[in-house]
């Protein structure tokens, strides 16, 4: 099991510039996988980005050249760096562990934080 607790969203004008963090209760490096959802308001909630424990990442088209996921391990955190903002960007912003233990896939949810693109 692990909690995870976000921080780092707000309010941004287009064109601008957030770093989301997400804290581990336990160690990343006993963690399948670390990723970035987001919910939009009446859309569903959507992969922004991922990170393994091998480094290995993913993103969405969407993001892709804008936003950045990196790890800390010794701080057990993740981070989303996120550039070039726009308004679509606005959404609830959620971190997600995957631990795979004897087979059996859990998730993980932290709480989310909003992020909101607005001139």
């Known amino acids: 099991q692990v909690q995870l607790v976000e921080s780092g969203g707000g309010l941004v004008q287009p064109g601008g510039s957030l770093r989301l963090s997400c804290a581990a209760s336990?160690?990343?490096?006993?963690?399948?996988?670390m990723g970035w959802y987001r919910q939009a308001p009446g859309k569903e909630r959507e992969l922004v980005a991922v990170?393994?424990?091998?480094?290995?990442?993913n993103y969405a088209d969407s993001v892709k050249g804008r936003f950045t996921i990196s790890r800390d391990n010794a701080k057990n955190t993740v981070y989303l760096h996120m550039n070039s903002l726009q308004p679509e960007d606005t959404a609830v912003y959620y971190c997600?562990?995957?631990?795979?233990?004897?087979?059996?896939?859990?998730?993980?949810w932290g709480q989310g934080t909003q992020v909101t693109i607005s001139s």
């Open positions: 997600n562990a995957k631990i795979i233990v004897y087979l059996k896939t859990r998730y993980y």
């Open positions: 336990r160690s990343i490096l006993s963690i399948d996988a």
């Open positions: 990170i393994n424990n091998g480094g290995t990442t």
